[in-house]
């Protein structure tokens, strides 16, 4: 029987953070959980490319669009299940113990958040993305995703837009999505330089924005810009 879980991971110069993601997945390897392991990059022009193909990963290429690129990921992949995840989120050791429960009852489900950093300031914008996933269904991409292929392609896949493709996709999925009791570990590196405060409104604006109707291509100019 074939391992039921394809991990999808879009990239672009993500090779500071990649092995560390890739180092976690070891455990899912380890219990059969794991089936293939692709990089969708957008480009990379650093070492990223090299340490998929030490880890034995296929890699798809195209435009730099997070969507874009998940899309294609999902699109080589052949597995039951997809998780999707970004390359600078680690999972927590221990993971694969809800992830296998989760198996034998297909749904959505998401990773509840933590930040690499300590402090008041990470724990509290985490507890906000995990009551925002909890109340409105509404997790972002840096969670981690684990889809059965059939409910993602009842809802049409992943949609092919260069920014909350995540949010997006969490809308389709509502109201089946559900909280693992599992953690995601995910980079605070940017909270870090541009301030907690500062980079959470940001990302609380770029939300009410698009929840608004702005358009995706618009939003990505001004989130890259700001």
Known sequence: MRAPISVIIPTLNAADRLPACL?????????GLIRELILSDGGSSDETLSIAASAGAEVVTGAASRGGQLRRGVSASQGDWVLLLHADTVLD??????????????DAYHFRLAFDAPGFAARTVAGWANMRSRLFGLPYGDQGLLLPRVILQDVGGI??????????????????LRALDATAITSAEKYQKQGWIRRGSKNLTTLLRYLAGTNPERLAVAYRKS
């Open 23 to 31: 180092g976690a997945l070891g455990e899912g390897l380890a219990e």
């Open 93 to 106: 050791s221990g993971w694969t113990k809800p992830v296998k429960a989760a198996l034998m009852a297909p």
């Open 159 to 176: 949609p092919d837009i260069p920014l909350m493709e995540d949010v997006a996709l969490a809308r389709s999925l509502r109201p089946r």
